[in-house]
């Protein structure tokens, strides 16, 4: 199958001679939910960059449905591209909210009434409605969180890009939004990244791609991962729960399943035991 997103051998340098990637290479499947992660300065943002074409691969190339990411095609594929970055302020644009979240969509030939209809819809599903009329710049940074997700959701991308887009978020707006990324999966067969330092993240997705000192170390699935001391080790990042109670259980001369737990599953497993 077409991966949705491909990565061939991806090196990026910036101006200042700070080599952010080196021959990275993995793929992205249509549909799939990806957890970038690494330590600080490890080129996770960057590549999001890459992907939405705000920069162009020093060498290697960038593939979206197979087609590689040239000038020339950037403003088709940037179409298909949501991309929430870290720090809300460097996205506010609108003089309020509400123009904020259009201001995508203004070079889309979009009928007016189809225009308002995805803001409303955007803002809705966010639970920002009632801030319609505020100027962005009142509004707390969790708010501006949700007001800049609503933005990318308004573009109804193919491609959502998260990066610590949720940090900001209090626990129940950000397992509202994660509720609402994981429904417009079901409809739309969206792809989505999320780039996180947040392990209890690692556990909702497909796909686990990690990066060391702009080196892919990992591209794989969430439980490998757990297994790999000497990975998680780099990514300076602890097994999970779950993952280091079998680690006693099997000290103590039990043999745990070595597929992942989550809670629920390492209950079930501890009370057949006994
Ligand atoms: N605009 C820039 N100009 C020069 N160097 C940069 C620029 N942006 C990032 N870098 C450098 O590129 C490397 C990768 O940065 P990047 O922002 O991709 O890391 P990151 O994994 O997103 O980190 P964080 O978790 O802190 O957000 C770092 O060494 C950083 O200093
Ligand atoms: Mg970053």
Redesign the pocket.
Same mark, same amino acid.
């Given at each position: 199958m077409q991966p949705k997103i491909e990565f061939k051998a991806v090196t990026f340098t910036? +101006?200042?001679q700070?080599k952010?990637l080196e021959q990275v290479s993995f793929s992205i499947v249509n549909g799939e939910t990806v957890a970038l992660i #690494? %330590?600080? #300065?490890? #080129?996770?943002?960057?590549?999001a960059k890459l992907i939405d074409g705000l920069l162009m691969t020093t060498s290697g190339t960038v593939l979206i449905d197979g087609v590689a990411l040239t000038e020339n095609d950037l403003v088709k594929l940037r179409k298909e591209i949501g991309i929430v970055f %870290?720090n809300p302020d460097d996205q506010i644009i609108g003089a309020t909210v509400e123009e904020d979240v259009a201001f995508g969509l203004e070079n889309r030939n979009l009928a007016y009434d189809e225009m308002q209809q995805r803001v409303n819809k955007a803002l809705k599903a966010v639970g920002m409605t009632e801030y319609r009329s505020v100027s962005p710049a009142l509004l707390s940074g969790g708010q501006k969180q949700k007001v800049s997700l609503a933005r990318a959701l308004a573009l109804e991308p193919s491609i959502l890009i998260l990066?610590?887009a949720t940090s900001m978020l209090d626990p129940i707006a950000k397992t509202e939004i994660k509720h609402i990324i994981k429904e417009l999966q079901a409809k739309y067969q969206l792809t989505v990244i999320y780039?996180t +330092?947040d392990m209890e993240m690692l556990e909702k997705v497909d796909h686990v791609i990690a990066?060391n000192h #702009?080196t892919l170390i990992f591209n794989g699935k969430p439980s490998d991962l757990y297994q790999d001391q000497l990975i998680l080790k780099q990514l300076a990042m602890q097994p999970p729960f779950t993952e280091q109670v079998k680690a006693i259980f099997k000290a103590r001369g039990f043999n745990p399943p070595t597929e992942y737990l989550d809670d629920r599953g390492l209950t079930e497993w501890i009370t057949k035991l006994f």
């Open positions: 910036y +101006h200042n700070v952010a #690494g %330590q600080n #300065g490890s #080129g996770k943002s960057t590549i %870290q990066d610590e780039i +330092h990066l #702009g």
